[in-house]
């Protein structure tokens, strides 16, 4: 689009080079921290309250917060993060790559405001990432847990199924979380997305006009509208008088009204 590329060349200077080793980095080492100091992930993640009563580190750290405490889960996810991150920023550029994490931030911070007593991380965010790899790279296996193979797609459907629970079922302030993660995912491939419903509406549309054709009879009694797909006995002949252009049934080939045949143009 004209304007990312114009903020690419006015802001991309700015850009953080390899932001995905950054967040895989900082995920691990306080993975690894909190075996020695249990509640500290508690001090990291996002809650507007404490962050109005001083503890403004939480605007940052809670970017650090990682997948889950088991390392093995831990391990598998951080290599998908550095995978699919790093071919993104490769895809998109630096600047484009930023931007996306970007916005999915401050939409998250946001969104976490509106419920302040509430808790926020960066699960829906790093979620937001493989969405998009899976949205470019939907045919790219992946061996699930480094065992089972699986094409990406299948698995960004599942995410999209368990998000849409948790935004029918869900609390408010998931919803919200949710919804705010996935912002940046709508702003870079909303257009695209439209286009292809688009395309395939009217690709649907020509397919059922096509079978209509296909399906329409070759013969008609012209006086009674039978043909050879209502009464597949029945015999069909076309009449000289009336041109040969007016076929009629064999109780109508005798009986009927001529009629003129349509003229032809030159």
Request: proline share 5%.
């Amino acid at each position: 689009m004209k304007i990312l590329e114009a903020m690419d060349r006015k802001l991309g200077r700015f850009a953080i080079s390899n932001l995905t080793i950054y967040l895989v980095c900082g995920q691990t080492l306080f993975l690894i921290a909190s075996f020695s100091f249990p509640k500290l992930l508690g001090q990291i993640e996002l809650m507007p309250s404490q962050v109005m009563a001083g503890e403004v580190w939480r605007l940052l750290t809670f970017v650090f917060y990682p997948p889950t405490q088991n390392v093995f889960f831990a391990a598998f996810s951080l290599y998908l993060l550095w995978l699919m991150g790093g071919a993104l920023e490769g895809y998109w550029g630096e600047f484009r790559y930023n931007l996306y994490l970007l916005v999915a931030y401050l939409a998250t911070v946001a969104a976490a405001w509106v419920f302040p007593g509430n808790v926020a991380t960066s699960l829906y965010i790093t979620g937001s990432i493989f969405l998009a790899f899976a949205w470019l790279y939907p045919d790219f296996v992946i061996h699930l847990f480094f065992i089972l193979p699986i094409r990406i797609k299948w698995l960004a459907l599942l995410t999209w199924l368990g998000y849409g629970y948790v935004i029918i079922f869900g609390d408010w302030p998931g919803r919200l979380l949710i919804m705010a993660a996935i912002a940046n995912f709508l702003l870079f491939f909303g257009r695209e997305i439209f286009r292809r419903v688009r395309y395939a509406g009217k690709h649907m549309g020509s397919q059922a006009q096509q079978l209509v054709k296909s399906n329409k009879p070759f013969h008609t009694c012209t006086v009674c509208g039978i043909t050879e797909r209502s009464h597949p006995q029945a015999e069909f002949r076309y009449c000289p008088e009336c041109g040969g252009d007016y076929g009629y049934c064999m109780e109508h080939i005798a009986n009927h009204q001529h009629r003129k045949a349509p003229a032809k143009t030159r």
